[in-house]
């Protein structure tokens, strides 16, 4: 890559940066009401999200050694963690941290 490339392409990484930050807060100015639409995603595409990456990570998991069992043990706990304390960290790094304790002890 030439000099000039490099250029271009940091120019264009540092445009599209400020263009996915700052077109929100232009749309949707801090005194303009967002459409019921934007709303309605803002509440649904969360759990949607969430969804899809359940089902992501545990796409290989009916073909493990395990079958499956650090992974239920590990979804029940980080469900638990969350009804319990309400706090996001404390439910993803506990899970993680219990999951890699599971499948690099108990279940090897």
Known sequence: MTTL???????????GTMVTRFLPFIIFPEGKEPPELVKYLGKVLPYAVMGLLLVFCLK????SGTYGIPEAISIFVIAALHLWKKNMFLSIAGGTVLYMVLVQTVFH
């Open 5 to 15: 490339q490099k250029i271009i392409t940091i120019a264009c990484v540092v445009l």
């Open 60 to 63: 290989d998991v009916p073909g």
